[in-house]
Structure formats: structure tokens, C-alpha cells
């Protein structure tokens, strides 16, 4: 039986329909699927010679998005994600600056601890967790911490 032009026309039209209705439906499915990249949302390892010296300039981690700071009371891991808007916040700090932190964005101006000391900003930095394990520190990037305020429970007690 010969297939007429008409009907094979039109199996070729709803066949390409088809093919770009799954895969316009694969894609949004896609973009839904969550997409974990680089180290950020993880356990990260900080190496002894890599924690700063007390109100020494903090270690920056470009993958998990934070700054370890070193103050009298231990360690804190600083979010380097403004609560504003959620800019990145870089340190500034001495002899450029009197603070420690500032939003380039909308000048928000945050302390060595994390504390806003200028700007619309909200609310402190945000914090992420820190456990010490001998000579290793490791900052948990998934649990990341709200507060109004520093605290000395903020920070995790570390000798070298």
C-alpha cells in the first residue's frame, strides 16, 4: 500500500512536534533538577596554616563563598554574601579602610566580626558553622546562621 503524500506530511509534522514538545519538556524538567556546582553547600577542610593570626586579614574561600575570621574568642566563618541584596562582600579592611568588610553595591560596611556598622543593610553577616578537629577546621557551608548581633558563642575557641 503506498502512503500518500498528504498523510506522510502529516506524520512528519506531529513527529516534529513531538521531538520538540519532549524537549522543550526535558529542559524545563532540567531546570528544575537541582544543580549542585563546585564546593559550596558542603563540609569544607581548612588547613592550621591557613586560619589567620588573631584580628589577623581572614582567609577567603572563593568555592565556599566565606571569610574565616580570627578573633579573641575563635574562629567565625563569614557568609560573603551581603543581607541586603545579596551581593558579594569583599574585605576591605586597614590601612584602605577603617572597617573590615564593605558592599561596593549599595555601601554597606560591616566590622571585623561580621557587625554592620553603616549602610542599609539589615542585619549582621550572615555565619556558617565551624567545628575544630585537632589541626583541622571545617566549615560547614550548608548551615548557614542568621543573626542580630556578635556573640563570643559565635566563634569557635582554636589554638595553633
Known amino acids: 500500500k503506498k502512503t500518500q503524500r498528504r498523510t506522510f506530511v502529516r506524520n512528519a509534522a506531529l513527529g516534529a512536534a513531538g521531538v520538540a514538545g519532549l524537549s522543550m519538556t526535558a529542559g524545563f524538567g532540567m531546570l528544575l533538577w537541582p544543580n549542585k556546582t563546585g564546593a559550596f553547600g558542603s ?3 581548612v588547613n592550621a596554616a ?31 554574601k551581603c543581607p541586603h541584596l545579596g551581593c558579594a562582600v569583599p574585605w576591605v579592611g586597614p590601612p584602605d579602610s577603617d572597617q573590615a568588610f564593605q558592599c561596593p553595591c549599595h555601601g554597606s560596611m560591616y566590622d571585623y566580626n561580621g557587625v554592620i556598622t553603616g549602610g542599609p543593610a539589615p542585619r549582621p553577616m ?6 575544630v578537629d585537632g589541626d583541622r577546621v571545617i566549615v560547614d557551608t550548608g548551615d548557614i546562621r542568621q543573626r542580630q548581633d556578635y556573640e563570643p558563642s559565635q566563634a569557635v575557641p582554636f589554638t595553633a
Do not use: I, S
Not at 54 to 67: A, D, I, L, S, T
Open 126 to 131: 550572615d555565619y556558617m558553622r565551624v567545628t
Open 50 to 80: 591557613d586560619v589567620p593570626p588573631v584580628e589577623g586579614e581572614p582567609y577567603r574561600n572563593v568555592q565556599g563563598k566565606f571569610y574565616l575570621v580570627h578573633n579573641e574568642d575563635g574562629l567565625l566563618a563569614l557568609y560573603n
Open 43 to 45: 563540609e569544607l577542610t
